[in-house]
């Protein structure tokens, strides 16, 4: 998960905006008073930086009892709150020059709605909910082009890293779904 180590750790005023990042309000964890949540928004992502103070060890983090938005998101987020507290980052994996990736601009990552209309009917499919890692998925595809793949699954995170996955392998027989396969149950519309 995206972290700055940090020196120390900084309040900020509240509400403001930076780079693009909302930040709303903080709040301490009543169970553990090392622990404070950030509420920010960013691109219409709503969710929480977690700064953590330990003795030898502050960080900034997001939180990951929130579902995980958009990795990209969480990455400005961070810097946006670093720059704001001027923070002294020690360690950090979070890029400082990111290309602003528009995930849905990536072609095999698609809507619901997509299949609707489109839903391939003259090819041989196969389908895996919830593909995880992707390992089985991507190998899969890359081992039988003539066929097509669609990965569902809800975990942004993992949804990001196969998107990349495919992209770098040049993979043209993938689709990547962001669905709670649950609510198919609920879904007639798709023959
Ligand atoms: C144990 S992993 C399986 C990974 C992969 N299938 C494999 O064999 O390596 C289960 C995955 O299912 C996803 N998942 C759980 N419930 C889901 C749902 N309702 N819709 C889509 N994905 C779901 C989880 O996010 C997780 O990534």
Redo the contacts with the bound molecule.
């Keep these: 998960m995206p972290h700055l180590h940090i020196k120390e750790f900084k309040e900020i005023d509240y509400p403001q905006t930076v780079d693009g990042v909302d930040f709303h309000y903080s709040v301490q964890n009543l169970n553990h008073k090392n622990e404070m949540l950030i509420a920010v928004k960013v691109d219409g992502d709503d969710f929480f930086l977690l700064a953590k103070q330990d003795n030898d060890k502050n960080l900034l983090k997001s939180d990951k009892l929130t579902r995980p938005p958009s990795i990209y998101n969480v990455h400005k987020a961070l810097l946006a709150y670093a720059k704001a507290a001027k923070l002294e980052v020690i360690v950090s994996n979070v890029p400082l020059h990111e290309k602003n990736v528009h995930l849905e601009e990536v072609s095999a990552l698609k809507k619901i709605d997509y299949f609707v209309d489109n839903f391939p009917k003259n090819k041989e499919l196969r389908i895996?909910?919830?593909?995880?890692?992707g390992?089985?998925l991507l190998h899969q595809a890359a081992a039988n082009p003539e066929i097509l793949f669609i990965g569902?699954?809800?975990?942004r995170p993992?949804i990001e890293q196969v998107l990349k996955q495919i992209t770098i392998r040049e993979l043209e027989n993938v689709m990547v779904l962001d669905?709670?396969?649950?609510l198919f149950y609920g879904v007639s519309s798709i023959k």
């Design positions: 895996e909910v919830g593909f995880g890692s390992r089985h569902i699954e809800i975990h993992s669905y709670d396969a649950r």
